[in-house]
């Protein structure tokens, strides 16, 4: 909760503002006893809360309440660094937030030659542990590879495989697609192990074809375009800081 010396707002106005809902219905919310502060459950409408401070949740799910707070979802074109500025002028992740005044920087990294989901944010705690090992955030990507393929292959990827920096194991693999001689395959890994997935395929003796994250953690791809980005909805960010016990 906050003081009169805090900046201190409504409780309503930071749930609106976190894009819960109108201010109505966050009111509403709150009289239902739905919204917790601090982890105790709030009903008064008057109470006031430091939006940068607070611990606030609807329905047990974290609320992102820091004034100014970022969290995108980029599909990453082939050929772009995973950096947000390159002295040499290659095309970089940079060059899809420009013009934004937060100082943003990207959750892990996909390989230049890697597309699909990386995420954006400003939120320096929930993007340190979403890369931590210690967290185990799973990695879901489409891998295309050229057939026939063994079936112990899954089998032997599931049990590990060694590599240079030592063993590597995926959590699923699982054939989603099949044309003429090339094959899809979904792969789940919680590492993030520098070209983890191409070289645990190479380790078999299946080399990358092409290879896209189609989803980290909760958030997924769907839909979004190479080269654009979205705004996360504040399930999908309570969704993150949950994975990741914030």
């Given at each position: 909760?906050?003081?009169?010396?805090?900046?201190?707002?409504?409780?309503?106005?930071?749930?609106?503002?976190?894009?819960?809902?109108?201010?109505?219905?966050?009111?509403?919310?709150?009289?239902?006893?739905r919204v917790e502060v601090d982890?105790?459950?709030?009903?008064?409408?008057?109470?006031?809360?430091?939006?940068?401070?607070?611990?606030?949740?609807?329905?047990?799910?974290?609320?992102?309440?820091?004034?100014?707070?970022?969290?995108?979802?980029?599909?990453?074109?082939?050929?772009?660094?995973?950096?947000?500025?390159?002295?040499?002028?290659?095309?970089?992740?940079?060059?899809?937030?420009?013009?934004?005044?937060?100082?943003?920087?990207?959750?892990?990294?996909?390989?230049?030659?890697?597309?699909?989901?990386?995420?954006?944010?400003?939120?320096?705690?929930?993007?340190?542990?979403?890369?931590?090992?210690?967290?185990?955030?799973?990695?879901?990507?489409?891998?295309?590879?050229?057939?026939?393929l063994p079936r112990d292959v899954?089998?032997?990827?599931?049990?590990?495989?060694?590599?240079?920096?030592?063993?590597?194991?995926?959590?699923?693999?699982?054939?989603?697609?099949?044309?003429?001689?090339?094959?899809?395959?979904?792969?789940?890994?919680?590492?993030?192990?520098?070209?983890?997935?191409?070289?645990?395929?190479?380790?078999?003796?299946?080399?990358?074809?092409?290879?896209?994250?189609?989803?980290?953690?909760?958030?997924?791809?769907?839909?979004?375009?190479?080269?654009?980005?979205?705004?996360?909805?504040p399930s999908e960010v309570g969704?993150?800081?949950?994975?990741?016990?914030?």
């Open positions: 909760m906050a003081g009169e010396g805090d900046e201190a707002v409504r409780l309503q106005k930071v749930l609106a503002a976190a894009g819960v809902g109108s201010r109505r219905a966050c009111e509403e919310l709150i009289a239902a006893g982890g105790r459950i709030v009903r008064e409408m008057g109470t006031r809360v430091d939006p940068r401070r607070a611990v606030v949740r609807v329905d047990g799910v974290r609320v992102a309440t820091a004034p100014a707070s970022v969290y995108l979802a980029l599909n990453k074109p082939v050929g772009v660094l995973s950096t947000m500025s390159d002295d040499r002028g290659r095309p970089c992740v940079g060059d899809y937030v420009v013009g934004r005044s937060e100082r943003l920087f990207h959750v892990g990294r996909l390989d230049a030659d890697t597309e699909g989901l990386l995420l954006l944010t400003n939120d320096g705690e929930l993007a340190h542990r979403l890369v931590h090992p210690s967290y185990e955030v799973p990695k879901t990507y489409l891998v295309e590879l050229i057939g026939p899954g089998a032997q990827l599931r049990a590990g495989v060694e590599l240079d920096d030592g063993p590597a194991s995926v959590d699923s693999f699982k054939v989603v697609g099949r044309t003429d001689n090339r094959l899809a395959v979904e792969l789940i890994v919680h590492e993030g192990r520098n070209r983890l997935v191409r070289r645990m395929m190479d380790a078999v003796g299946y080399p990358v074809q092409r290879l896209a994250r189609v989803r980290m953690g909760p958030v997924e791809l769907g839909q979004l375009r190479t080269g654009r980005t979205r705004v996360l909805s969704a993150l800081y949950a994975a990741v016990g914030l």
